[in-house]
């Protein structure tokens, strides 16, 4: 005598949802694939600016150059290659046009880089080590006024020394949204 399974549920068919396949109609897609190949990098064009990805990088007139509108740094152009790169910056930054955006080129100097992350990791946990020592050798009056000073002492060093890292990484790397910030912040200064 064969005994009921209990709790058996019979599977549930989930029916397939129909997914209508997306029909480009072949004569948008061959005029879509002829403007990507046509959007080489050429003086007569205007393309978003690699280091700030804000402004637009146009011809300086009468030069083989690109200025960007908004941070106003200058490219040099190699078209054959369809590359750019940053004269007026102390790193030697260089991108590749892909048609629709920029490829980094460049491989910045490791030895540079390997600097720049000890000097970052030295500033940022040697004074605060030091002050956190400090407070911990000689620790305040229990029930003291400025029990609280050596805390806040210490969130302070370590806060300072990280915002001085952060400057120093992101003006090291370029990145794009630091850069941007410091255009803004440069104009509004010049405008009060
Ligand atoms: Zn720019």
Not at 44 to 64: F, K, N, V, W
Not at 127 to 132: D, F, L, R
Request: hydrophobic letters at 45%; glycine letters at 4%.
């Amino acid at each position: 005598m064969t005994q009921p399974i209990p709790d058996w549920n019979p599977p549930q068919v989930v029916p397939a949802k129909v997914v209508p396949a997306k029909v480009v109609p072949a004569k948008l897609e061959a005029s879509l694939s002829a403007k990507r190949e046509t959007q080489s990098l050429s003086y007569h064009d205007s393309y978003l600016c690699p280091i700030c990805r804000h402004g637009q990088i146009a011809e300086l007139t009468l030069m083989d150059a690109f200025a960007c509108s908004f941070c106003r740094h200058i490219f040099t152009a190699n078209l054959q290659n369809q590359t750019v790169q940053v004269v007026d910056s102390a790193q030697p930054l260089s991108w590749r046009w892909t048609g629709r955006g920029w490829q980094s080129t460049h491989r910045d100097d490791p030895s540079l880089s390997a600097v720049v992350w000890f000097v970052s990791s030295v500033l940022v946990l040697l004074p605060g080590s030091i002050v956190g020592l400090m407070a911990y050798l000689f620790p305040p009056l229990p029930g003291s006024l400025w029990s609280w000073f050596p805390m806040v002492w210490l969130a302070c060093t370590f806060g300072v020394h990280l915002l001085m890292v952060g400057w120093l990484i992101a003006e090291h790397y370029q990145i794009p949204l630091y850069v941007a910030s410091r255009v803004r912040l440069r104009d509004w200064l010049g405008r009060s």
